[in-house]
């Protein structure tokens, strides 16, 4: 079992930067994509970006590329996510996904979730 904690999350304005960072423990293994998810408030979760478990491979959704950055320190067993130009449709619970065999988009691959940072961007 692989237990996930995120942290990083806060209140930001539109335009500005916030790095999250899920630092996992237990039986892990850097031998998995690992991923990051978001739930905006009223609606469900979505995919936002994945990285492969050498962290030579890299997906986003469309909405966030150029401007986050998913990557993984597996000296450290963390994977961060670099969110820049932060706009309020940012705003959401960010949670962070350990398991899959590849970096998938597809929640139902991941076996281990985090319990999410809350992120919200308003001036």
């Known amino acids: 079992q692989v237990q996930l904690v995120e942290s990083g999350g806060g209140l930001v304005q539109p335009g500005g930067s916030l790095r999250l960072s899920c630092a996992a423990s237990?039986?892990?293994?850097?031998?998995?994509?690992m991923a990051w998810f978001r739930q905006p408030p009223g609606k469900g979760r979505e995919f936002v970006a994945a990285?492969?478990?050498?962290?030579?491979?890299?997906r986003y959704t469309d909405s966030v590329k150029g401007r986050f950055a998913i990557s993984r320190d597996n000296a450290k067993n963390t994977v961060y996510l670099q969110m820049n130009g932060l706009k309020p449709e940012d705003t959401a619970v960010y949670f962070c996904?350990?398991?899959?065999?590849?970096?998938?988009?597809?929640?139902?691959?991941?076996?281990?979730w985090g319990r999410g940072t809350q992120v919200s961007v308003s001036s």
């Open positions: 996904a350990h398991g899959a065999s590849y970096n998938t988009g597809i929640p139902t691959s991941y076996n281990s």
């Open positions: 237990g039986r892990t293994s850097s031998g998995f994509s």
């Open positions: 990285i492969t478990a050498s962290g030579g491979s890299t």
